[in-house]
């Protein structure tokens, strides 16, 4: 299984693989590689993965855990909170799972950042893997750490750090996806590229038609290449000190947008539109060309990501981004673009520059 493993791992910090695989049948192989067999588990999953694939998974668990349990949730951001978090720890309780247990997180991206909050806080941690079954947690979420839950109306405000002891990605999940949701990871997927790889960028582009029929081997190709570029960048800065605060290129103007919608917009698709206010706010400044601003309009555009949102004002989207937990000092930190796949950081964005930009968002 070497071939189609990628590490992601750091000197006395954390080391675990992804695997890439287009079934589940090296699952309980992997957990044995990884020395992780024997253990009491408790898959975590909602109420839209479980019909599809919470009885394999179980079964295939069975063959390496005399105790395999589950929790399910109903399906959603809304809840993705510290209530349903309660739930899961009564089960634990229940189930009289220890230290050496193991969580799995089956599904998305919800599914698993509310899983590896559960364990990093559940008898002050334990391990967890990750069986990310969207795109979207494929790309992004399933990768490096970062787990949490949302907190009254501000997103991912409560969290921790808590590294996976592994990854299993199974490419053939994809395509039970609805289409929705399949575009919502294209908005990770456009973002990645344009933070440091314009090649990447406009290979994704270029292939929309492929990608968008589901082959399995240009997306296998596609999701490694955003797990190699997450996984340099976490290696590198594991608790967003500095660099790692590049992966959220979009999403200072996409959290504000994705709250104020009340969630109603899927994250990627806020992710989105946060592109366009962050293309046009580096076109005002001169960093982007007008033709790369349209070029990743029409990208954008090409996988069904939303350009703009109705029923928002711009005063409103701007105070919501100073609620956003990544102000430091009292300034938003804000992810510019000197180019297609050259990004920075930048905290010198004034209110009068950001609203220009969210003017352009909205209908």
């Known amino acids: 299984m070497a071939e189609q493993k990628l590490l992601v791992k750091r000197e006395g910090d954390f080391h675990y693989p992804i695997y890439f695989e287009n ?79 193991l969580l799995v997180a089956l599904g998305g991206g919800v599914v698993g950042d509310l899983t590896g909050f559960g364990a990093a806080t559940y008898l002050r941690g334990i391990d967890f893997i990750q069986v990310p079954t969207t795109l979207l947690a494929q790309v992004d979420s399933s990768v490096g750490g970062k787990t949490g839950v949302d907190f009254l109306q501000y997103k991912n405000m409560v969290g921790a750090f808590h590294q996976p002891r592994l990854v299993y990605m ?38 929309q038609k492929t990608i968008s029929e589901l082959d399995l081997g240009i997306l296998s190709k596609m999701i490694r290449r955003c797990c190699e570029i997450k996984a340099g960048v976490v290696e590198r ?5 500095g660099e790692r605060a590049l992966l959220n290129l979009g999403h200072t103007v996409g959290h504000a947008v994705e709250k104020l919608k009340d969630f109603q917009l899927l994250h990627g ?32 555009s090409s996988y069904k990501l939303p350009l703009s949102v109705d029923l928002l004002k711009a005063e409103d989207i701007l ?43 909205l209908v």
């Open 237 to 241: 800065d594991p608790k967003e000190q």
């Open 170 to 207: 199974n490419m053939s999940t994809l395509q039970s996806l609805p289409e929705r949701e399949f575009t919502c990871g294209m908005g990770e997927i456009l973002k990645t590229g344009l933070i440091c790889d314009g090649d990447f960028f406009r290979f994704v582009c270029q292939n």
């Open 269 to 300: 698709q806020c992710v989105g539109i946060g592109l366009i206010a962050a293309a046009c706010l580096s076109m005002n400044r001169g960093l982007l060309t007008e033709h790369e601003y349209e070029e990743i309009r029409n990208g954008c």
């Open 319 to 361: 105070a919501a981004t100073k609620k956003d937990k990544k102000m430091e000092d009292g300034h938003i930190k804000f992810i510019l673009m000197d180019g297609i796949g050259k990004s920075f950081i930048d905290k010198t964005v004034t209110d009068d520059e950001l609203l220009q930009a969210i003017g352009e968002i």
């Open 23 to 101: 079934d589940f049948k090296n699952l309980a192989r992997a957990l044995k590689e990884e020395g992780l067999d024997g253990r009491k588990i408790c898959i975590v999953t909602d109420s839209h993965v479980a019909p599809l694939y919470l009885d394999s998974v179980k079964t295939i668990f069975q063959e390496i855990s005399s105790s395999v349990f589950s929790f399910e949730f109903e399906a959603g951001e809304k809840n993705k909170n510290l209530s349903t978090v309660q739930e899961l720890y009564k089960t634990l309780i229940e189930n009289e799972m220890d230290r050496k247990g």
